[in-house]
């Protein structure tokens, strides 16, 4: 008889924190416990979030009539406290740790500390899987100009963007790794990579997402740092929460720039076609790390439930390779498969403490 295994899945976004229960791969319950704008707005980092949404997760635990007791493991986004390789590893008091004080702040790094104080609670393991800062990259792609600043980047969604993929290849009777895809993950952010063979090699983050400024001119942006009217804090808020569209149209819903663009109003059009503009070379470029040699486009997450997003972007890149739209986010599922795939000896969970940063 199959073991039945128990799992929590805790995976916080930038503007919400996904939760959910499972016994093996059948989803037993889930919601998303959203945080507005104005919420997130109260905290100056996002590390000053972790009360919040901790106590969130608690009380939803409460809810579904779950205790730590019941469950045999966590499965949990996040990881970004130093680069890492893809796939799974056990989640450690290091990893937590350096989550806290990891150089790239982002909300998937409160997944791992919550699961760590759940983990020491429950007396149970929890495991990540595809980091958002997962690198299996090209050479190449690690140059950054500055030898003193070599490029330190994850994938960004790998956990979402493997699971569209795989969805596709699918669909092409084949497996992840017989194809070359770029995937596109659009959401809160947005992020672009190069997928060969069952490898993220390359990323991109040039495009301004509906909360995220993107690339930006790097001197004017530096004066600005060195101006004394912003700490180091405001200025990463800036970037990672007040950026993109909330900067130009004072919002970071696309169904209502989409409304606003339905009733006439010029600027939200002007700024929703900018950003389809940079998403679309940043797809170009990755399919450059490929020479072209794409079997795939793949648009993702969900933003991609938008139509006028999804054929604007096809308009300016079917030029390159068919695209595919998987709209959704697929995170949730991906943890579960990837954690029940070390609970069962089918892959062997990295060590994290021990495994230096590439």
Not at 69 to 77: E, F, G, L, M, T
Not at 110 to 125: E, H, K, R
Not at 164 to 182: P, Q, S, T
Request: one cysteine or more; glycine letters at 10%.
């Amino acid at each position: 008889m199959e073991k039945i295994y128990r799992i929590f899945v805790l995976n916080p976004g930038s503007t919400s924190t996904k939760v959910a229960y499972y016994e093996n791969e059948k989803e037993i319950c889930r919601k998303t416990l959203s945080h507005s704008t104005e919420e997130i707005a109260k905290f100056q980092s996002i590390n000053d979030q972790y009360d919040m949404r901790k106590q969130a997760v608690e009380d939803y635990l409460k809810e579904i009539g779950v205790d730590l007791s019941r469950i045999d493991v966590i499965a949990a986004r996040g990881g970004g406290g130093r680069v890492l390789r893809g796939g799974g590893y056990l989640i450690t008091k290091l990893m937590a740790e350096e989550c806290r004080a990891a150089p790239w702040p982002h909300a998937s790094n409160l997944g791992v500390m919550i699961a760590y104080d759940l983990m020491c609670t429950g007396s149970i393991p929890g495991y990540i899987y595809d980091s958002p800062s997962s690198d299996d990259f090209c050479e190449y792609a690690k140059v950054s100009g500055l030898p003193e600043f070599p490029t330190l980047r994850g994938a960004g969604h790998p956990l979402n963007e493997k699971a569209a993929a795989r969805k596709v290849a699918g669909m092409l009777n084949g497996k992840y790794e017989d194809f070359n895809f770029v995937v596109c993950h659009l959401g809160g952010g947005i992020t672009v990579c190069a997928h060969r063979k069952g490898k993220i090699i390359d990323t991109t983050i040039n495009a301004f997402s509906p909360e995220r400024a993107g690339a930006l001119p790097m001197i004017a942006f530096t004066k600005a740092c060195y101006s004394g009217e912003r700490d180091l804090n405001a200025m990463i808020k800036r970037q990672m929460g007040n950026g993109g569209l909330v900067a130009y149209l004072g919002t970071n819903n696309l169904q209502e720039v989409e409304t606003r663009i339905e009733r006439g109003d010029k600027k939200a059009e002007f700024y929703f076609g900018a950003m389809v503009y940079q998403i679309a070379k940043d797809i170009g470029s990755m399919a450059a790390t490929m020479c072209g040699e794409v079997d795939r486009i793949v648009l993702t997450g969900a933003m991609a439930n938008s139509e006028r997003l999804t054929e604007g972007l096809r308009r300016r890149v079917r030029f390159i390779a068919p695209v595919e739209v998987v709209a959704g986010t697929f995170e949730m599922e991906a943890l579960v498969k990837g954690t029940l795939r070390i609970l069962r000896n089918e892959e062997k969970a990295g060590d994290y403490d021990t495994e230096n940063a590439l």
